[in-house]
Protein backbone atom coordinates (compact mmCIF):
# COMPACT_ATOMS: atom_id res chain seq x y z
CA UNK A 1 0.00 0.00 0.00
CA UNK A 2 1.19 3.71 -0.36
CA UNK A 3 0.54 6.33 1.94
CA UNK A 4 0.49 9.97 1.28
CA UNK A 5 0.59 12.22 4.71
CA UNK A 6 -0.40 15.65 3.34
CA UNK A 7 -1.24 18.84 4.69
CA UNK A 8 0.68 18.23 8.00
CA UNK A 9 3.37 20.21 9.92
CA UNK A 10 6.49 17.54 9.14
CA UNK A 11 9.17 17.82 12.05
CA UNK A 12 12.17 15.44 11.10
CA UNK A 13 15.27 17.05 13.43
CA UNK A 14 17.43 14.33 11.34
CA UNK A 15 17.04 16.17 8.46
CA UNK A 16 16.69 19.55 10.10
CA UNK A 17 12.85 19.74 8.68
CA UNK A 18 10.27 21.95 9.82
CA UNK A 19 7.09 22.59 7.81
CA UNK A 20 3.94 21.73 5.70
CA UNK A 21 4.68 19.37 3.63
CA UNK A 22 3.91 15.33 2.57
CA UNK A 23 5.42 12.30 3.41
CA UNK A 24 4.94 9.17 0.88
CA UNK A 25 4.79 5.99 2.31
CA UNK A 26 5.02 2.44 0.26
CA UNK A 27 6.84 -0.61 0.53
CA UNK A 28 7.46 -0.39 4.20
CA UNK A 29 9.94 2.34 3.62
CA UNK A 30 10.01 6.24 3.45
CA UNK A 31 9.55 6.99 -0.20
CA UNK A 32 9.64 10.74 -0.45
CA UNK A 33 9.07 13.79 1.36
CA UNK A 34 6.91 16.38 -0.78
CA UNK A 35 5.78 15.54 -4.46
CA UNK A 36 6.09 12.02 -5.50
CA UNK A 37 4.80 10.74 -8.63
CA UNK A 38 1.76 8.54 -8.58
CA UNK A 39 -1.85 7.78 -6.77
CA UNK A 40 -1.96 6.79 -3.25
CA UNK A 41 -3.77 3.58 -2.37
CA UNK A 42 -4.68 5.85 0.97
CA UNK A 43 -4.47 9.31 1.83
CA UNK A 44 -4.13 10.84 4.92
CA UNK A 45 -5.25 14.37 6.30
CA UNK A 46 -2.62 15.71 8.63
CA UNK A 47 -3.59 19.09 8.47
CA UNK A 48 -3.24 20.63 12.14
CA UNK A 49 -1.03 18.10 12.98
CA UNK A 50 2.80 16.98 13.53
CA UNK A 51 4.06 14.28 11.35
CA UNK A 52 7.71 12.80 12.92
CA UNK A 53 9.36 10.16 12.86
CA UNK A 54 8.12 7.52 14.87
CA UNK A 55 9.07 8.31 18.40
CA UNK A 56 11.39 6.24 20.46
CA UNK A 57 11.64 5.08 24.18
CA UNK A 58 14.89 4.15 25.20
CA UNK A 59 13.98 2.74 29.10
CA UNK A 60 10.73 0.79 29.40
CA UNK A 61 9.99 -2.46 31.46
CA UNK A 62 7.59 -5.16 29.53
CA UNK A 63 7.48 -7.82 32.95
CA UNK A 64 8.00 -10.54 30.36
CA UNK A 65 8.97 -13.61 31.10
CA UNK A 66 7.85 -13.68 34.91
CA UNK A 67 5.61 -10.83 35.87
CA UNK A 68 3.45 -10.62 32.84
CA UNK A 69 0.22 -9.98 35.42
CA UNK A 70 1.77 -6.17 35.44
CA UNK A 71 2.62 -6.24 31.46
CA UNK A 72 3.55 -8.63 28.45
CA UNK A 73 5.22 -7.64 25.49
CA UNK A 74 1.87 -7.32 23.64
CA UNK A 75 0.41 -5.26 25.85
CA UNK A 76 3.64 -2.98 26.11
CA UNK A 77 4.42 -2.58 22.87
CA UNK A 78 0.42 -1.61 22.48
CA UNK A 79 0.62 1.09 25.17
CA UNK A 80 3.93 2.27 23.28
CA UNK A 81 1.95 2.84 19.98
CA UNK A 82 -0.96 4.55 21.80
CA UNK A 83 1.57 7.45 23.31
CA UNK A 84 3.54 7.99 20.24
CA UNK A 85 6.33 5.46 20.28
CA UNK A 86 6.68 3.17 17.15
CA UNK A 87 10.09 1.84 19.31
CA UNK A 88 10.99 0.92 22.74
CA UNK A 89 14.13 -0.92 24.28
CA UNK A 90 12.78 -2.87 27.28
CA UNK A 91 14.66 -3.57 29.94
CA UNK A 92 16.33 -7.13 31.51
CA UNK A 93 14.81 -7.28 34.75
CA UNK A 94 12.47 -10.01 33.84
CA UNK A 95 12.34 -13.66 35.33
CA UNK A 96 14.45 -15.01 34.03
CA UNK A 97 16.74 -12.17 33.44
CA UNK A 98 17.61 -10.95 30.05
CA UNK A 99 21.32 -12.19 30.21
CA UNK A 100 21.28 -14.60 27.14
CA UNK A 101 21.28 -14.95 23.83
CA UNK A 102 17.95 -17.32 23.81
CA UNK A 103 16.17 -14.28 26.28
CA UNK A 104 16.98 -12.15 23.78
CA UNK A 105 15.42 -13.69 21.07
CA UNK A 106 12.74 -14.48 22.87
CA UNK A 107 11.92 -10.58 23.13
CA UNK A 108 12.32 -10.09 19.80
CA UNK A 109 10.03 -12.73 18.58
CA UNK A 110 7.28 -12.36 21.04
CA UNK A 111 7.49 -8.45 19.66
CA UNK A 112 7.06 -9.73 16.02
CA UNK A 113 4.01 -11.90 17.08
CA UNK A 114 2.30 -9.16 18.28
CA UNK A 115 2.94 -7.00 15.49
CA UNK A 116 2.82 -3.63 17.75
CA UNK A 117 5.80 -1.46 18.33
CA UNK A 118 9.41 -2.58 17.43
CA UNK A 119 10.63 -4.00 20.81
CA UNK A 120 14.50 -3.78 21.36
CA UNK A 121 15.99 -5.95 24.08
CA UNK A 122 18.58 -4.43 26.15
CA UNK A 123 20.46 -7.01 27.76
CA UNK A 124 21.91 -7.86 31.28
CA UNK A 125 25.46 -6.70 32.42
CA UNK A 126 26.02 -9.67 34.58
CA UNK A 127 24.52 -12.81 34.97
CA UNK A 128 21.06 -13.25 36.69
CA UNK A 129 21.44 -8.96 37.20
CA UNK A 130 23.46 -10.05 40.37
CA UNK A 131 26.49 -7.81 39.82
CA UNK A 132 28.87 -10.38 39.99
CA UNK A 133 29.67 -11.97 36.57
CA UNK A 134 29.58 -10.49 32.97
CA UNK A 135 27.28 -11.20 31.47
CA UNK A 136 28.06 -12.77 27.73
CA UNK A 137 27.54 -9.38 26.24
CA UNK A 138 28.81 -10.71 22.57
CA UNK A 139 26.68 -13.74 22.65
CA UNK A 140 23.47 -11.30 23.73
CA UNK A 141 24.23 -8.93 20.23
CA UNK A 142 23.94 -11.94 18.78
CA UNK A 143 20.56 -12.43 19.80
CA UNK A 144 19.57 -8.80 19.08
CA UNK A 145 20.38 -6.48 22.64
CA UNK A 146 21.25 -3.11 21.46
CA UNK A 147 22.59 -1.90 24.99
CA UNK A 148 23.07 -3.05 28.84
CA UNK A 149 21.91 -2.57 31.47
CA UNK A 150 21.49 -4.00 35.14
CA UNK A 151 18.65 -1.47 35.83
CA UNK A 152 16.77 -1.74 38.75
CA UNK A 153 20.23 -3.33 40.51
CA UNK A 154 23.13 -0.85 39.98
CA UNK A 155 26.23 -2.13 39.01
CA UNK A 156 27.82 -1.71 42.50
CA UNK A 157 31.26 -3.27 41.66
CA UNK A 158 33.49 -0.66 40.27
CA UNK A 159 35.95 -3.83 38.80
CA UNK A 160 32.75 -5.41 36.49
CA UNK A 161 31.75 -2.14 35.15
CA UNK A 162 34.74 -1.07 34.19
CA UNK A 163 35.10 -4.57 32.56
CA UNK A 164 31.73 -3.85 31.17
CA UNK A 165 32.40 -0.84 29.94
CA UNK A 166 35.54 -2.58 27.92
CA UNK A 167 34.02 -5.36 26.29
CA UNK A 168 30.68 -3.02 25.28
CA UNK A 169 33.47 -0.85 23.38
CA UNK A 170 34.08 -3.50 21.41
CA UNK A 171 31.21 -3.96 19.90
CA UNK A 172 30.47 -0.02 20.00
CA UNK A 173 27.70 -0.30 22.32
CA UNK A 174 26.60 1.61 25.86
CA UNK A 175 26.55 0.57 29.15
CA UNK A 176 23.38 1.66 30.94
CA UNK A 177 23.53 2.68 34.78
CA UNK A 178 20.72 2.89 37.18
CA UNK A 179 23.08 5.33 39.14
CA UNK A 180 22.44 4.51 42.74
CA UNK A 181 24.88 3.54 45.77
CA UNK A 182 22.64 0.65 47.26
CA UNK A 183 24.19 1.21 50.76
CA UNK A 184 22.82 4.61 50.94
CA UNK A 185 19.25 3.62 49.87
CA UNK A 186 18.56 0.56 51.94
CA UNK A 187 14.61 0.77 53.60
CA UNK A 188 14.33 4.35 51.67
CA UNK A 189 10.64 5.24 50.22
CA UNK A 190 11.43 8.64 48.93
CA UNK A 191 13.57 11.20 48.78
CA UNK A 192 16.11 12.14 51.67
CA UNK A 193 15.10 15.70 53.13
CA UNK A 194 12.47 18.16 54.45
CA UNK A 195 9.45 16.17 53.53
CA UNK A 196 10.92 12.49 54.06
CA UNK A 197 11.71 13.76 57.90
CA UNK A 198 8.36 15.38 58.39
CA UNK A 199 6.42 12.23 56.97
CA UNK A 200 8.66 9.94 58.96
CA UNK A 201 9.58 7.97 55.84
CA UNK A 202 12.56 6.16 55.02
CA UNK A 203 14.74 8.50 52.50
CA UNK A 204 16.96 7.99 49.46
CA UNK A 205 19.78 10.71 49.50
CA UNK A 206 20.44 12.48 46.19
CA UNK A 207 23.95 11.85 46.90
CA UNK A 208 23.65 8.33 46.33
CA UNK A 209 23.01 9.01 42.71
CA UNK A 210 25.54 11.36 42.30
CA UNK A 211 28.55 9.47 43.96
CA UNK A 212 27.48 6.85 41.19
CA UNK A 213 27.42 8.55 38.44
CA UNK A 214 31.00 10.56 39.03
CA UNK A 215 32.24 7.38 39.64
CA UNK A 216 30.82 5.84 36.40
CA UNK A 217 31.66 8.65 34.33
CA UNK A 218 35.20 8.86 35.50
CA UNK A 219 35.14 4.81 34.39
CA UNK A 220 34.05 6.04 31.41
CA UNK A 221 36.54 8.27 30.87
CA UNK A 222 39.54 5.91 31.69
CA UNK A 223 38.06 2.91 29.35
CA UNK A 224 36.81 5.13 26.40
CA UNK A 225 33.75 3.23 26.89
CA UNK A 226 30.19 5.29 26.70
CA UNK A 227 28.01 5.16 29.56
CA UNK A 228 23.89 6.56 29.43
CA UNK A 229 23.17 7.97 32.62
CA UNK A 230 19.16 6.58 32.98
CA UNK A 231 16.51 8.78 35.12
CA UNK A 232 19.01 11.54 35.51
CA UNK A 233 16.82 13.14 39.31
CA UNK A 234 19.33 15.44 41.20
CA UNK A 235 20.97 18.41 40.56
CA UNK A 236 24.34 17.38 41.43
CA UNK A 237 24.00 14.64 38.45
CA UNK A 238 23.17 16.92 35.80
CA UNK A 239 26.01 19.60 36.60
CA UNK A 240 28.55 15.93 36.65
CA UNK A 241 26.94 14.83 33.15
CA UNK A 242 28.16 18.69 32.16
CA UNK A 243 31.24 18.71 33.59
CA UNK A 244 31.97 14.95 31.56
CA UNK A 245 30.40 16.45 28.50
CA UNK A 246 32.79 19.58 28.17
CA UNK A 247 35.72 17.26 28.90
CA UNK A 248 34.94 14.99 25.87
CA UNK A 249 33.83 11.87 27.72
CA UNK A 250 31.55 9.53 25.85
CA UNK A 251 28.24 10.04 28.97
CA UNK A 252 24.70 10.55 28.10
CA UNK A 253 21.83 10.62 30.07
CA UNK A 254 17.94 10.70 29.87
CA UNK A 255 15.04 12.24 31.75
CA UNK A 256 11.81 11.32 32.44
CA UNK A 257 8.82 13.54 32.93
CA UNK A 258 8.03 13.02 36.30
CA UNK A 259 10.98 14.40 37.35
CA UNK A 260 10.67 17.39 35.86
CA UNK A 261 6.93 18.18 37.00
CA UNK A 262 6.68 16.17 40.71
CA UNK A 263 8.48 16.89 43.64
CA UNK A 264 8.54 14.87 46.62
CA UNK A 265 5.95 16.84 48.32
CA UNK A 266 3.48 14.75 46.20
CA UNK A 267 4.10 12.29 48.92
CA UNK A 268 2.17 13.81 51.22
CA UNK A 269 -0.49 12.08 50.46
CA UNK A 270 0.93 8.64 50.85
CA UNK A 271 -0.12 7.35 47.40
CA UNK A 272 2.01 4.64 46.16
CA UNK A 273 1.31 5.80 42.57
CA UNK A 274 3.89 8.40 43.20
CA UNK A 275 6.50 6.25 44.85
CA UNK A 276 9.16 6.14 41.96
CA UNK A 277 13.50 5.34 41.92
CA UNK A 278 14.75 7.26 41.85
CA UNK A 279 12.36 9.12 44.09
CA UNK A 280 11.06 12.61 43.12
CA UNK A 281 13.29 15.06 44.41
CA UNK A 282 12.79 18.63 45.14
CA UNK A 283 11.74 22.33 43.04
CA UNK A 284 15.68 23.08 42.46
CA UNK A 285 16.20 19.47 41.44
CA UNK A 286 13.36 20.32 39.15
CA UNK A 287 14.86 23.64 37.25
CA UNK A 288 18.10 21.83 37.13
CA UNK A 289 16.80 18.71 35.14
CA UNK A 290 14.80 21.15 32.56
CA UNK A 291 18.23 23.27 32.54
CA UNK A 292 20.12 20.31 31.35
CA UNK A 293 17.81 19.42 29.13
CA UNK A 294 17.83 23.05 27.85
CA UNK A 295 21.49 23.49 27.67
CA UNK A 296 21.93 19.47 25.72
CA UNK A 297 23.50 17.56 29.01
CA UNK A 298 20.42 15.72 29.11
CA UNK A 299 19.34 14.45 25.46
CA UNK A 300 16.96 12.32 25.56
CA UNK A 301 13.10 12.02 27.10
CA UNK A 302 12.53 8.68 28.48
CA UNK A 303 9.37 6.91 30.38
CA UNK A 304 11.26 4.55 33.06
CA UNK A 305 7.57 2.93 32.17
CA UNK A 306 7.30 0.05 34.69
CA UNK A 307 3.79 -1.03 35.03
CA UNK A 308 2.51 -3.07 38.54
CA UNK A 309 -1.02 -4.85 39.12
CA UNK A 310 -3.21 -3.36 41.09
CA UNK A 311 -2.90 -5.13 44.05
CA UNK A 312 0.53 -4.71 44.34
CA UNK A 313 0.60 -1.35 44.61
CA UNK A 314 -2.57 -0.89 46.74
CA UNK A 315 0.07 -1.82 49.52
CA UNK A 316 1.20 0.44 52.21
CA UNK A 317 3.75 3.02 50.83
CA UNK A 318 6.68 1.17 52.07
CA UNK A 319 5.68 -2.73 51.00
CA UNK A 320 4.32 -1.06 47.57
CA UNK A 321 6.58 -1.63 44.43
CA UNK A 322 8.34 1.64 42.95
CA UNK A 323 7.74 2.61 39.71
CA UNK A 324 4.59 4.46 37.06
CA UNK A 325 3.29 4.11 33.86
CA UNK A 326 4.61 6.31 31.67
CA UNK A 327 4.35 5.51 27.88
CA UNK A 328 0.83 6.76 27.50
CA UNK A 329 1.14 10.09 29.14
CA UNK A 330 4.68 10.86 27.77
CA UNK A 331 4.12 13.47 24.96
CA UNK A 332 1.18 15.22 26.86
CA UNK A 333 3.61 15.73 30.54
CA UNK A 334 6.36 16.59 28.36
CA UNK A 335 4.43 19.17 26.80
CA UNK A 336 3.14 20.33 30.56
CA UNK A 337 6.56 20.53 31.72
CA UNK A 338 8.77 21.51 28.84
CA UNK A 339 6.92 22.99 25.86
CA UNK A 340 3.95 25.18 27.33
CA UNK A 341 6.27 26.73 29.87
CA UNK A 342 8.46 28.03 27.25
CA UNK A 343 11.46 25.28 28.49
CA UNK A 344 11.70 22.96 24.47
CA UNK A 345 10.02 23.64 21.33
CA UNK A 346 8.45 20.45 19.31
CA UNK A 347 11.22 20.22 17.45
CA UNK A 348 13.64 19.92 20.43
CA UNK A 349 11.16 17.84 22.02
CA UNK A 350 11.01 15.23 19.01
CA UNK A 351 14.73 15.74 18.12
CA UNK A 352 14.85 13.79 22.05
CA UNK A 353 12.59 11.14 21.11
CA UNK A 354 13.92 10.15 17.43
CA UNK A 355 17.16 10.81 16.70
CA UNK A 356 18.99 11.11 20.02
CA UNK A 357 17.31 7.42 20.80
CA UNK A 358 18.16 5.94 17.42
CA UNK A 359 22.04 7.44 17.58
CA UNK A 360 22.35 6.09 21.49
CA UNK A 361 21.26 2.86 20.68
CA UNK A 362 22.49 2.54 17.07
CA UNK A 363 19.32 1.76 15.80
CA UNK A 364 18.40 2.59 11.87
CA UNK A 365 15.32 4.22 13.27
CA UNK A 366 14.11 8.01 13.93
CA UNK A 367 14.30 9.22 10.85
CA UNK A 368 12.39 10.49 7.90
CA UNK A 369 14.83 10.26 5.41
CA UNK A 370 13.75 8.36 2.01
CA UNK A 371 14.67 4.84 2.19
CA UNK A 372 14.68 4.76 6.15
CA UNK A 373 11.46 2.14 7.86
CA UNK A 374 8.44 3.57 7.28
CA UNK A 375 7.74 4.48 11.16
CA UNK A 376 5.83 7.95 11.77
CA UNK A 377 3.64 9.12 14.43
CA UNK A 378 1.37 11.58 13.46
CA UNK A 379 0.31 14.04 16.78
CA UNK A 380 -2.08 16.55 17.52
CA UNK A 381 -0.78 19.41 19.84
CA UNK A 382 -3.49 21.12 20.08
CA UNK A 383 -5.90 18.10 21.57
CA UNK A 384 -6.96 18.60 24.85
CA UNK A 385 -8.09 15.27 26.67
CA UNK A 386 -8.30 13.95 30.44
CA UNK A 387 -5.93 11.28 31.61
CA UNK A 388 -7.75 8.44 32.88
CA UNK A 389 -6.02 5.18 33.77
CA UNK A 390 -8.69 2.75 33.14
CA UNK A 391 -8.62 3.71 29.19
CA UNK A 392 -5.03 2.49 28.79
CA UNK A 393 -3.77 -0.10 26.74
CA UNK A 394 -1.15 -0.89 29.36
CA UNK A 395 -2.32 -4.23 31.79
CA UNK A 396 -1.93 -1.49 34.71
CA UNK A 397 -2.57 1.53 35.89
CA UNK A 398 0.07 2.49 38.49
CA UNK A 399 -0.09 6.56 37.56
CA UNK A 400 0.36 9.78 39.32
CA UNK A 401 -1.60 11.40 36.22
CA UNK A 402 -5.22 10.40 36.32
CA UNK A 403 -7.26 12.96 36.21
CA UNK A 404 -4.94 15.55 35.11
CA UNK A 405 -6.31 17.75 31.88
CA UNK A 406 -3.59 17.92 29.09
CA UNK A 407 -3.10 19.02 26.03
CA UNK A 408 -1.11 17.50 22.98
CA UNK A 409 -1.92 13.75 21.94
CA UNK A 410 -0.30 11.13 19.51
CA UNK A 411 -3.24 10.32 17.11
CA UNK A 412 -1.89 7.78 14.70
CA UNK A 413 0.68 5.45 15.14
CA UNK A 414 2.83 3.71 11.55
CA UNK A 415 4.87 0.95 12.13
CA UNK A 416 7.01 -0.08 8.43
CA UNK A 417 4.28 1.29 6.40
CA UNK A 418 1.07 -0.50 8.52
CA UNK A 419 -0.68 1.91 10.63
CA UNK A 420 -0.69 0.24 13.44
CA UNK A 421 -2.54 2.57 16.06
CA UNK A 422 -5.49 5.30 14.91
CA UNK A 423 -7.06 7.20 17.75
CA UNK A 424 -9.98 8.28 15.31
CA UNK A 425 -9.89 6.80 12.07
CA UNK A 426 -9.50 9.32 9.67
CA UNK A 427 -11.56 9.71 6.41
CA UNK A 428 -9.15 7.72 3.23
CA UNK A 429 -9.08 8.33 -0.20
Not at 61 to 71: A, K
Not at 138 to 167: E, N, W
Amino acid sequence: MTIRITGGRVIDPSQGLDGVTDVWIGRGRILAIGSYGGTPDRTIDATGLIVAPGLIDVHVHLREPGNEEDETIATGAMSALAGGCTSVACMPNTIPAIDNQAAAEFVIRQAQRARKANVYPVGAVSKGRKGEELAELGRLIDGGAVAFTDDGAPVASASLMRKALQYAKMFDRVIMQHCQVPELTVGGVMNEGFESVKLGLGGMPGAAEDIMVARDIRLAEITGGRVHIQHLSTERSVELVREGKRRGIGVTAEACPHHFTLTDESLRSFDSNFKMNPPLRTKADIQAVIGGLRDGTIELLATDHAPHAPEKKARELDQAPFGIVGLETLLPISVFGLIEPGHLTWPEVIRMLTVAPAQLLGIPKGTLKPGADADVTLIDPAMEWTIDASKFYSKSRNTPYGGWKVRGRAVMAIVAGEVRYELNPSSTN
